[in-house]
């Protein structure tokens, strides 16, 4: 059962053996298990914490994070005020999805970049107001509300407003998140909300497609100057890494693995979500945030582990390796992420220093 006579060296002794003793089958997740503390009691350093939770790039990710945040918000600021003051004596030239649908109903927009920008600022004012609603609740609350802020800011709003643009409305209807989306309400919404979310789903995904589609559009044809400008000055670079940036946020990868996650730790074997389970997740966020703050003195330490905190630290916190098993690899092999060479010093491993560098 432990594997004591070498049947989890390799594949096939394995596949041979559970045809041979179906009893085998009650140990494939004997080698983990779930921490009933969510790893809380981990983290910081000392003995019973998992000290290889920091190290030292974490400073990197999470000033590349700032960076980002400060630099998109400005840059669209900058070049949303300047397409609405912009004059414009003719109607927009180049085509869009709103358009063709506009004129099918005898409708015309002359400046549809000018919408385009006002409706980007005033929805990017959403988030900002977040941001501030956080920032308040930090230094003002105390408690549950203080360190769920703290968390909420560091892992929800900061990472969205690092890419925020109105192509982002493109995230309902790429295939990967639409049919998550989809399946979500099928199977594991409440059977109170299910309808009104179908109903929603409906007319969100084909507005979305045609908004984001329009922002793409728009925003390309705006970056036009920058991206066949003969000389790279800083600005045009800066300007076409916004853009980019702007575009590969679509794909919130890290947002979809959260929930997913979430889901799995939190949700039980059904998968759904009951206000008591979302309540232990909420209260389990918060204490993270808190316990960061509490075991890393030095805020600079504990805001970057913060802001760097991703599903590899989720992973390490909430699971627990069992140790008895007699068939371990040795201890410089067993763990490529955290483990130690034969000289003490820390191996590099899978990715060792450079996980979590993308939220």
């Avoid at 990197?60 to 397409?83: C, E, K, P, R, W």
């Avoid at 989809?182 to 109170?192: R, S």
């Avoid at 009104?196 to 908004?211: D, E, G, N, Q, Y």
């Amino acid at each position: 059962m432990n594997g004591g006579d070498g049947t989890w060296k390799s594949r096939k002794t394995l596949w041979d053996a559970l045809g041979k003793d179906e009893s085998l089958e009650e140990s494939f997740l004997a080698h983990v298990s779930i921490g009933t503390d969510g790893g809380l009691r981990e983290i910081g350093f000392g003995p019973g914490k998992k000290e290889e939770l920091w190290y030292s790039s974490r400073y990197i990710s999470s000033t590349i994070l700032l960076l980002f945040v400060v630099y998109n918000v400005s840059f669209l600021f900058g070049q949303d005020l300047a397409t609405i003051r912009a004059p414009q004596n003719q109607p927009y030239p180049y085509f869009l999805v709103s358009n063709i649908i506009a004129e099918k109903m005898d409708l015309k927009m002359h400046a549809p970049q000018k919408v385009l920008a006002f409706l980007e600022l005033c929805i990017l004012i959403l988030p900002l107001s977040f941001a501030i609603k956080h920032t308040l609740n930090i230094l003002c609350k105390k408690g549950f509300a203080k360190w769920q802020a703290t968390a909420h800011l560091a892992w929800f709003t900061l990472p969205d407003l690092s890419c925020f643009s109105a192509i982002k409305v493109l995230q309902f209807v790429t295939p990967q998140q639409l049919m998550y989306d989809l399946n979500y309400i099928i199977w594991y919404e409440p059977k109170v909300t299910q309808k009104l979310k179908l109903i929603m789903f409906a007319v969100r995904t084909p507005l979305a497609w045609m908004i984001g589609l329009d922002s793409f559009l728009i925003k390309v044809r705006l970056a036009k100057d920058m991206i066949e400008d003969t000389h790279c000055t800083m600005k045009d670079m800066m300007g076409v890494i916004i853009l980019l940036n702007q575009i590969l946020g679509v794909v919130q990868i890290g947002k979809t693995i959260r929930n997913r996650l979430y889901r799995f730790v939190f949700a039980g074997e059904d998968g759904m979500m009951t206000e008591k389970e979302s309540i232990r997740q909420d209260v389990w966020e918060a204490k993270i945030a808190e316990r960061i703050f509490r075991e890393y003195t030095y805020w600079p330490q504990a805001c970057a582990l913060l802001l760097s905190w991703c599903d590899d630290d989720f992973q390490m916190m909430c699971l627990n390796d069992e140790e008895d098993q007699e068939d371990q690899a040795p201890k410089h092999f067993q763990s490529p992420r955290h483990g130690k060479d034969d000289d003490g010093s820390e191996e590099f491993g899978r990715n060792r220093n450079c996980k979590c560098e993308v939220q």
